[in-house]
Structure formats: structure tokens, C-alpha cells
């Protein structure tokens, strides 16, 4: 299994170009999330999913657009970049059963710079 | 008041000493503790959990909750120079399915 991959690993954007990050999963998990990683930040929620076909805001939504059209991918969106979106950008998948939480996997991140 | 804090470090110590990393934590509803290790660029790695109060241990690591004081502890026993990561604690959200609040991560160096 390779787990979550992420795609790309590095990319460079100038202000106002749009981009996409993939991340996919081969666990088939149901919940996917994206989160973004800033120094003395920590890890902050962008976008999660639970399930094919739903998507939902988390604490930094703002400037990002997401899409789960497969199980097994989840897409992250900046449609116009700006310099405060760069970041390293983590995306994570996960079960659940029975109402109890289970363990994240996380991808190996995408760092990005915005010029 | 944030929901899950810690002491961002840098935390240095020789090989063969004890650590001790925390986190507190405001809200308390949360049932269900994650410690994560993160190496630097790399994602985040699920390290232990642990669920109500008590300890819980696995090799050289234990995994303590006092919920009267809303205190989760990470103990590491004979530290190691590879045990060199950022530790993250991280009680689960509970708006977002399973997604995790994460501490902003205590760094940790271990010196030969």
C-alpha cells in the first residue's frame, strides 16, 4: 500500500496563478482532510470530507476550494494564489467505526511558495 | 483561552534521559487523546493514543491523562537521538468528524 500520496511535492506560484493539489489515498478510508502547516501556527484544518461527493469548511477555509468526485482523492484549490497561502500542506485520511476515532495518515506534504 | 496548548520548545536533552512533553487542554468533553511524531519534513505519524484518564504505555513511551487538571503528559524513557521530532498532542474534534485540533507540537533534540 503507499498510503496517502501527494502531488505535487514543491511548487512555486506567483501571486494571482491558480493550482491544484491532489492527494490520494489507497486505504479506502471515508474521511479525507487538508490542513496547512505554518511555523509557530502548528497544523490548522482548511477542508475535510466524509465521504465521496461531501466536502466541508474547516478554521482557515478562506481562498481554498476542494472536491472529493472519487473515494479514494481529494482535490485542494486555490484559485488565486497570495503570498499568505504559502505554507507546507498536508492532506490526511481516516476511518471510523462505531462512533470512535481512529487514527489519521497524513501525506508527506506539498510545500508551496507564493511570490 | 486555546483549546489544546503546549510549550513549543526547543526542548534539548542528552541520550538516555527522560523526557516529559504536556499539553493542556480547555475543553472538556474531549474523551480521546493522540500524540503524533513528526520529523522534520515529513508528516505527522500517529505515535499513541490514549482514552479517559491513566496511563498508557508502549515501550519506552507512556501516555498519561489527568482530566481533573486537564493535563496530558508524553514520558520517553532512555530518549534516543532518532526520538529527535516534533511532538504533537491532539484530542479529536468534534464538529469535524474525526479531525484532529493539533497543539502547535513541542520540538524535541536528543544529542548523542
Known amino acids: 500500500n503507499a498510503g496517502v500520496t501527494q502531488t505535487p511535492k514543491f511548487r512555486v506560484l506567483k501571486t494571482g496563478q491558480s493550482m491544484t493539489l491532489l492527494c490520494a489515498q489507497d486505504?479506502?478510508?471515508?474521511?479525507m482532510y487538508w490542513y496547512r502547516q505554518d511555523p509557530g501556527m502548528g497544523l490548522r484544518l482548511i477542508h475535510y470530507?466524509?465521504?465521496?461527493?461531501?466536502?466541508a469548511k474547516g478554521e482557515v477555509p478562506d481562498g481554498y476550494n476542494v472536491s472529493r468526485l472519487k473515494k479514494q482523492n481529494f482535490l485542494l484549490g486555490l484559485e488565486s494564489a497570495a503570498p499568505s497561502q504559502t505554507s507546507v500542506y498536508f492532506c490526511?485520511?481516516?476511518?471510523?467505526?462505531?462512533?470512535?476515532?481512529?487514527?489519521?495518515?497524513f501525506g508527506p506534504g506539498t510545500r508551496l511558495t507564493v511570490t | 483561552q486555546k483549546e489544546v496548548e503546549q510549550d513549543p520548545g526547543p526542548l534539548s536533552v542528552p541520550e538516555g534521559a527522560i523526557v516529559s512533553l504536556n499539553c493542556t487542554y480547555s475543553?472538556?468533553?474531549?474523551?480521546?487523546f493522540m500524540w503524533y511524531r513528526q520529523y522534520s519534513r515529513k508528516g505527522p505519524e500517529l505515535l499513541m493514543y490514549?482514552?479517559?484518564?491513566g496511563n498508557k504505555e508502549d515501550g519506552r513511551f507512556t501516555a498519561q491523562v489527568d482530566k481533573s487538571s486537564k493535563y496530558i503528559s508524553l514520558f520517553i524513557r532512555d530518549s534516543q537521538p532518532s526520538d529527535s521530532a516534533t511532538y504533537l498532542c491532539?484530542?479529536?474534534?468534534?464538529?469535524?468528524?474525526?479531525?484532529?485540533?493539533f497543539g502547535k507540537g513541542t520540538t524535541l533534540s536528543v544529542s548523542s
Open positions: 490526511a485520511s481516516s476511518y471510523t467505526a462505531g462512533g470512535q476515532p481512529y487514527e489519521q495518515y
Open positions: 486505504m479506502n478510508h471515508e474521511y
Open positions: 470530507s466524509v465521504g465521496e461527493g461531501t466536502t
Open positions: 475543553n472538556s468533553a474531549f474523551q480521546y
Open positions: 490514549t482514552y479517559s484518564s
Open positions: 491532539a484530542p479529536p474534534r468534534e464538529q469535524a468528524g474525526t479531525a484532529l485540533i
